[in-house]
């Protein structure tokens, strides 16, 4: 089992390595960052939020929908390990949630009720720059060991200096800015998946994976092919089509 | 707690308890007043399709020059909305500033010496802009212009109910702090329904945004409550309900 670790964490490090080398689109990058750490490391889930520029989180990326919630829950309520990773820039870790109840008397219960037993936080940082959190969720009691520790935060490192294209950016204003791009690339990325889902009466999971394919048969950014479909420069239907025909001709 | 953290909160906390969306925009304008070193404040609403005008204010003479960009058809606000950025006039009487002849005059006759427009945008269309005017000209503060940049987030709620006219305002739903309302709408499921509203209906992003909060509060549920029920297609998008015009009589046709 270790062998095969070993060799899906180097190939998360290459594929990372890679899309920072090829040009690559950051949502993308973040959704596979999440699924990376459910994979590779000791928890269940992963969830990443990432600050605008007044210092406001907003969920980037999950890989459950369980975890999303959670994300969302610790904004809407404002507690929770990953805001106070964010604000102390430094990491939380939580081995039991049931002793946690007086330090988030809302979050420790309803992380419970889903579930989870555990929870790790990891900030987001580039130089003295927090960007964000990475939650990771676990269903049994404990706390992480240190080589997954070091690992989520060598996978959080490498998400975060991707997040910042110009690793020159010493100016707060251009980091802010980049995020921003990224936070309203997701925002669009959601909207163009909606639009599929209605006209091709898919499920959002399938609507992702028709875009994204529409994206890399062209050679196109994921972010560029979702803008494209919600200023309506690119028919949905020709998205759809696309699908339909890769489909077929793999039957 | 941090100064800005107190006037985030005060921001929000200044529209809870109105009871209109015109009120609210009233109140945010005031608040701007009290806490940002600034002499007047007005919310305007610039959306192609939708009706365009001046909605709140901190008095009348705030809404009378903001209105004054409508009549004449240029400034700092209409500026803002067009490049989505903030538009910031430290000193109208500058010779140089010869962007709105017409605008710029009668606002210096009124006393005010400084205009800032700030975009009021919702995901990712611009909606409207808040303007904040000085009597004395120069530079806002970092606080204020920190302050001012949290108030414009905070007036996309009520311009986006007066985008949907005549959907009641809801007062169990507005009675929320602000902050969660704008989180209500800054979701996943949100941005889905809407892209899928926007694939059924044939609208923009915004418009689809403004027909799933006004379906929101004419069944009583949060916004998020309602995106999920679009996402999971336990809410059709086929019926007339959708089909018609916020707040005007089901036309019934597309």
């Known amino acids: 089992m270790t062998g095969t670790r070993e060799a899906e964490v180097a190939r998360s490090f290459v594929t990372l390595a890679s899309s920072l080398a090829n040009g690559y689109d950051v949502v993308e990058l973040l959704d596979e960052l999440t699924t990376d750490c459910a994979r590779l490391l000791d928890v269940a889930s992963a969830g990443l939020l990432l600050a605008d520029a007044r210092g406001v989180l907003h969920i980037m990326a999950a890989s459950s929908e369980q975890t999303r919630q959670l994300e969302v829950f610790q904004l809407q309520r404002d507690e929770g390990p990953c805001l106070e990773c964010y604000r102390d820039g430094t990491a939380v870790s939580v081995a ?19 579930g989870f037993a555990s929870v790790h936080a990891l900030p ?29 935060q060598a996978l959080a490192d490498v998400a975060s200096v991707a997040l910042v294209q110009d690793k020159a950016a010493a100016d707060k204003a251009i980091v802010n800015e980049q995020l921003q791009t990224a936070l309203t690339s997701r925002v669009t990325l959601e909207q163009a998946k909606g639009v599929l889902a209605q006209l091709g009466a898919l499920e959002m999971t399938q609507a992702f994976t028709v875009l994204r394919n529409y994206a890399r048969d062209h050679n196109l950014r994921l972010t560029e092919v979702a803008q494209a479909v919600v200023a309506r420069s690119l028919p949905a239907q020709q998205v759809l089509d696309h699908a339909r025909s890769r489909g077929s001709s793999r039957a | 707690m941090s100064g800005l953290d107190q006037l985030r909160r005060d921001l929000g906390a200044a529209m809870s308890g109105a009871d209109s969306a015109l009120a609210a925009a009233d109140r945010l304008c005031q608040a701007c007043v009290e806490l940002l070193e600034v002499d007047g404040a007005a919310v305007s609403l610039v959306h192609a399709g939708s009706s365009q005008g001046t909605f709140g204010s ?26 989505r950025t903030p538009v910031l006039v430290a000193d109208l009487a500058d010779p140089t500033e010869q962007r709105w002849p017409a605008f710029r005059g009668a606002v210096l006759e009124s006393g005010i010496n400084a205009v800032f427009a700030l975009p009021v945008a919702i995901e990712t269309s611009p909606i409207g802009a808040l303007d904040l005017f000085c009597n004395r000209s120069g530079a806002l503060t970092a606080q ?55 694939a059924a209906l044939d609208i923009s992003p915004t418009d689809a945004l403004v027909r799933l909060r006004a379906h929101a509060f004419a069944y009583g549920m949060t916004a998020s409550e309602a995106a999920w029920a679009v996402v999971e297609r336990r809410l059709s998008l086929d019926s007339d309900d959708w089909r018609s015009e916020p707040g005007q009589p089901s036309a019934g046709s597309r």
């Open chain 2, 58 to 83: 901190s008095g009348e003479l705030s809404r009378r020059l903001d209105a004054l960009q409508f009549t004449f058809g240029e400034g700092p606000c209409l500026d803002s909305v067009r490049d």
């Open chain 1, 124 to 152: 987001m940082r580039l130089r003295d720059n927090v960007l964000g959190a990475l939650g990771l969720f676990g269903t049994e009691v404990g706390a992480l060991n240190d080589d997954d520790l070091a690992l989520g």
């Open chain 2, 144 to 198: 204020s212009m920190s302050g001012g940049l949290l108030a414009a987030e905070l007036a996309a709620l009520p311009l986006l109910d007066l985008m949907a006219a005549g959907v009641a305002w809801d007062s169990a739903g507005q009675s929320d702090h602000g902050w969660q309302q704008l989180a209500s709408l800054a979701r996943v499921e949100v941005y889905q329904a809407t892209g899928m509203i926007m």
């Open chain 1, 96 to 114: 039991n949630l049931d002793e946690a109840t007086d330090r988030w008397p809302q979050f420790a219960p309803a992380a419970r009720s889903m």
